[in-house]
Protein backbone atom coordinates (compact mmCIF):
# COMPACT_ATOMS: atom_id res chain seq x y z
CA UNK A 1 0.00 0.00 0.00
CA UNK A 2 1.30 3.36 -0.97
CA UNK A 3 1.74 5.59 1.96
CA UNK A 4 3.26 9.23 2.55
CA UNK A 5 3.89 10.58 5.82
CA UNK A 6 4.13 14.35 6.25
CA UNK A 7 6.21 15.94 9.23
CA UNK A 8 7.53 19.79 10.30
CA UNK A 9 4.66 21.74 10.56
CA UNK A 10 3.95 23.96 13.04
CA UNK A 11 3.53 27.81 13.87
CA UNK A 12 6.12 30.05 12.64
CA UNK A 13 6.72 34.25 12.38
CA UNK A 14 6.23 36.18 9.23
CA UNK A 15 9.22 36.07 7.68
CA UNK A 16 10.34 33.20 9.02
CA UNK A 17 11.86 30.16 7.84
CA UNK A 18 10.11 26.15 8.00
CA UNK A 19 10.93 23.12 6.31
CA UNK A 20 8.11 20.21 5.70
CA UNK A 21 9.56 16.38 5.19
CA UNK A 22 7.80 13.55 3.86
CA UNK A 23 8.53 9.84 3.89
CA UNK A 24 7.30 7.31 1.16
CA UNK A 25 6.70 3.61 1.72
CA UNK A 26 4.94 0.54 0.07
CA UNK A 27 6.32 2.00 -3.59
CA UNK A 28 9.02 2.09 -4.95
CA UNK A 29 10.14 5.77 -4.04
CA UNK A 30 12.87 6.42 -7.62
CA UNK A 31 9.26 5.70 -9.68
CA UNK A 32 7.00 8.64 -8.52
CA UNK A 33 6.58 12.41 -9.29
CA UNK A 34 6.42 13.66 -5.45
CA UNK A 35 4.15 17.08 -5.01
CA UNK A 36 3.12 19.44 -2.63
CA UNK A 37 -0.70 21.06 -2.19
CA UNK A 38 -1.53 23.28 0.02
CA UNK A 39 -4.83 24.04 1.82
CA UNK A 40 -5.79 27.25 3.34
CA UNK A 41 -8.24 27.01 6.59
CA UNK A 42 -11.59 26.81 4.67
CA UNK A 43 -10.43 27.27 1.27
CA UNK A 44 -9.79 24.96 -1.90
CA UNK A 45 -6.53 23.16 -3.13
CA UNK A 46 -3.50 24.78 -4.40
CA UNK A 47 -0.80 23.15 -6.10
CA UNK A 48 2.60 24.25 -4.70
CA UNK A 49 5.20 22.01 -6.77
CA UNK A 50 6.92 19.16 -8.45
CA UNK A 51 9.70 17.40 -8.31
CA UNK A 52 10.44 14.78 -10.89
CA UNK A 53 12.09 11.32 -10.21
CA UNK A 54 15.25 11.93 -9.99
CA UNK A 55 15.42 15.79 -8.68
CA UNK A 56 16.49 17.36 -12.05
CA UNK A 57 13.28 18.48 -12.80
CA UNK A 58 10.67 21.58 -10.55
CA UNK A 59 7.99 23.71 -11.13
CA UNK A 60 6.56 26.24 -8.70
CA UNK A 61 3.29 28.04 -8.56
CA UNK A 62 4.59 31.55 -8.96
CA UNK A 63 3.48 32.85 -5.62
CA UNK A 64 5.69 30.74 -3.89
CA UNK A 65 8.93 31.10 -6.36
CA UNK A 66 12.42 32.14 -4.87
CA UNK A 67 10.92 31.11 -1.44
CA UNK A 68 10.45 27.86 -1.18
CA UNK A 69 12.54 25.07 -2.73
CA UNK A 70 11.56 21.30 -3.14
CA UNK A 71 13.91 18.61 -3.14
CA UNK A 72 14.52 14.95 -2.55
CA UNK A 73 16.67 12.48 -1.29
CA UNK A 74 16.11 9.17 -2.78
CA UNK A 75 17.66 7.51 -0.77
CA UNK A 76 16.43 8.21 1.93
CA UNK A 77 12.67 7.74 0.64
CA UNK A 78 12.03 11.61 1.47
CA UNK A 79 10.41 14.41 -0.17
CA UNK A 80 11.38 18.33 1.01
CA UNK A 81 9.61 21.35 1.26
CA UNK A 82 11.78 24.68 2.51
CA UNK A 83 9.89 27.30 2.96
CA UNK A 84 11.64 30.88 3.61
CA UNK A 85 10.05 34.51 3.81
CA UNK A 86 7.00 32.60 4.72
CA UNK A 87 3.55 34.81 4.73
CA UNK A 88 0.92 35.43 6.35
CA UNK A 89 -1.02 33.51 3.33
CA UNK A 90 0.80 30.92 3.53
CA UNK A 91 -0.83 29.55 6.17
CA UNK A 92 -2.41 25.91 5.33
CA UNK A 93 -1.68 22.44 5.11
CA UNK A 94 0.29 20.88 3.36
CA UNK A 95 -0.32 17.43 1.53
CA UNK A 96 2.38 15.65 0.24
CA UNK A 97 1.22 13.81 -2.75
CA UNK A 98 3.06 10.19 -4.51
CA UNK A 99 2.27 10.37 -7.96
CA UNK A 100 3.96 7.67 -10.63
CA UNK A 101 2.68 9.81 -13.55
CA UNK A 102 3.68 13.42 -14.77
CA UNK A 103 -0.57 14.60 -14.58
CA UNK A 104 -2.58 13.48 -11.41
CA UNK A 105 -1.97 13.46 -7.87
CA UNK A 106 -3.12 9.90 -6.70
CA UNK A 107 -1.48 9.24 -3.17
CA UNK A 108 -1.90 12.02 -0.71
CA UNK A 109 -0.44 12.14 2.91
CA UNK A 110 -2.86 13.20 5.36
CA UNK A 111 -1.48 16.59 5.81
CA UNK A 112 0.77 19.05 7.91
CA UNK A 113 -0.66 22.09 8.98
CA UNK A 114 1.72 25.66 9.06
CA UNK A 115 0.44 28.46 10.43
CA UNK A 116 2.43 31.99 10.12
CA UNK A 117 0.90 34.47 12.04
CA UNK A 118 2.72 36.89 14.81
CA UNK B 1 -2.30 30.20 -15.82
CA UNK B 2 -5.12 27.97 -17.25
CA UNK B 3 -8.47 28.99 -14.89
CA UNK B 4 -10.79 26.62 -13.65
CA UNK B 5 -14.48 27.24 -12.93
CA UNK B 6 -16.62 25.16 -10.84
CA UNK B 7 -20.52 25.27 -11.25
CA UNK B 8 -22.31 25.40 -8.96
CA UNK B 9 -20.99 26.01 -6.06
CA UNK B 10 -23.02 23.78 -3.74
CA UNK B 11 -25.94 21.60 -4.36
CA UNK B 12 -28.22 20.28 -2.13
CA UNK B 13 -29.82 16.73 -3.32
CA UNK B 14 -31.68 13.61 -2.17
CA UNK B 15 -30.48 10.22 -1.75
CA UNK B 16 -30.85 8.44 -5.02
CA UNK B 17 -31.19 11.70 -7.32
CA UNK B 18 -28.71 12.73 -9.93
CA UNK B 19 -25.80 15.19 -9.13
CA UNK B 20 -24.11 17.01 -11.63
CA UNK B 21 -21.02 19.68 -11.50
CA UNK B 22 -19.48 21.28 -14.23
CA UNK B 23 -15.69 22.23 -14.82
CA UNK B 24 -15.12 24.75 -17.66
CA UNK B 25 -10.86 26.10 -18.23
CA UNK B 26 -10.04 28.99 -19.55
CA UNK B 27 -8.48 27.57 -22.48
CA UNK B 28 -9.06 24.04 -24.53
CA UNK B 29 -7.45 21.45 -22.59
CA UNK B 30 -8.08 18.38 -24.37
CA UNK B 31 -8.75 15.77 -22.13
CA UNK B 32 -6.23 16.86 -19.45
CA UNK B 33 -8.81 16.74 -16.51
CA UNK B 34 -9.24 14.80 -12.96
CA UNK B 35 -11.54 15.28 -10.44
CA UNK B 36 -10.91 14.31 -6.81
CA UNK B 37 -13.67 13.92 -4.18
CA UNK B 38 -12.32 15.75 -0.48
CA UNK B 39 -14.59 14.27 2.96
CA UNK B 40 -14.35 16.87 5.53
CA UNK B 41 -11.47 16.47 7.56
CA UNK B 42 -9.81 14.40 4.88
CA UNK B 43 -7.46 14.70 2.28
CA UNK B 44 -8.44 14.30 -1.19
CA UNK B 45 -8.94 11.38 -3.32
CA UNK B 46 -8.82 11.07 -6.79
CA UNK B 47 -11.86 9.80 -8.40
CA UNK B 48 -11.17 10.66 -12.47
CA UNK B 49 -8.15 11.08 -14.37
CA UNK B 50 -8.23 11.85 -18.27
CA UNK B 51 -11.42 13.28 -18.29
CA UNK B 52 -13.46 10.37 -18.10
CA UNK B 53 -11.56 7.33 -16.71
CA UNK B 54 -12.74 5.91 -13.49
CA UNK B 55 -9.49 5.62 -10.99
CA UNK B 56 -9.22 2.43 -8.87
CA UNK B 57 -11.83 1.35 -6.58
CA UNK B 58 -14.39 4.12 -7.41
CA UNK B 59 -17.85 3.30 -7.58
CA UNK B 60 -19.71 3.10 -10.95
CA UNK B 61 -22.44 5.29 -9.79
CA UNK B 62 -19.22 8.12 -10.70
CA UNK B 63 -18.76 9.02 -14.02
CA UNK B 64 -17.51 11.92 -15.80
CA UNK B 65 -16.94 13.30 -19.65
CA UNK B 66 -16.12 15.76 -21.35
CA UNK B 67 -12.99 17.66 -23.58
CA UNK B 68 -11.49 20.92 -24.45
CA UNK B 69 -12.62 23.52 -22.13
CA UNK B 70 -16.14 21.90 -20.60
CA UNK B 71 -16.20 19.04 -18.33
CA UNK B 72 -18.81 17.23 -16.32
CA UNK B 73 -18.64 14.98 -13.30
CA UNK B 74 -21.98 12.64 -12.86
CA UNK B 75 -23.24 11.27 -9.53
CA UNK B 76 -25.91 9.03 -10.82
CA UNK B 77 -27.57 7.89 -7.81
CA UNK B 78 -26.19 10.04 -4.88
CA UNK B 79 -25.74 8.60 -1.78
CA UNK B 80 -24.80 9.35 2.02
CA UNK B 81 -20.81 8.38 1.19
CA UNK B 82 -20.57 11.20 -1.65
CA UNK B 83 -20.99 13.63 0.98
CA UNK B 84 -17.83 15.83 -0.35
CA UNK B 85 -16.36 18.64 -1.47
CA UNK B 86 -15.76 18.04 -5.43
CA UNK B 87 -12.61 19.67 -7.18
CA UNK B 88 -11.59 19.52 -10.43
CA UNK B 89 -7.86 19.84 -11.84
CA UNK B 90 -5.78 20.73 -14.97
CA UNK B 91 -2.65 18.45 -16.16
CA UNK B 92 -2.07 20.59 -19.06
CA UNK B 93 0.25 23.12 -17.90
CA UNK B 94 1.87 24.37 -15.07
CA UNK B 95 0.82 25.95 -12.65
CA UNK B 96 -1.32 22.84 -12.05
CA UNK B 97 -5.02 24.73 -11.59
CA UNK B 98 -7.40 23.08 -9.34
CA UNK B 99 -11.52 24.49 -9.76
CA UNK B 100 -12.98 26.28 -6.64
CA UNK B 101 -14.78 23.06 -5.25
CA UNK B 102 -18.18 22.44 -5.67
CA UNK B 103 -20.15 20.85 -1.88
CA UNK B 104 -22.49 18.08 -2.18
CA UNK B 105 -24.91 17.56 0.52
CA UNK B 106 -27.78 15.49 1.33
CA UNK B 107 -31.38 17.17 1.49
Known amino acids: EVQVVESGGGLVQPGGSLGLSCVGS????????MVWVRQAPGKGLEWVAS????????YYVDSVKGRFSISRDNAKNSLYLQMNSLRVDDTAVYYCVATPNYYYFDNWGQGTLVTVSS | DIQMTQSPSSVSAFVGDRVTITCRAS??????LGWYQQKPGKAPNLLIHSASTLYSGVPSRISASGSGTEFILTISSLQPEDVATYYC?????????FGQGTKVEIK
Open chain 2, 89 to 97: QQCNNFPRT
Open chain 1, 51 to 58: INQDGNEK
Open chain 2, 27 to 32: QAIGTG
Open chain 1, 26 to 33: GFIFTNYW
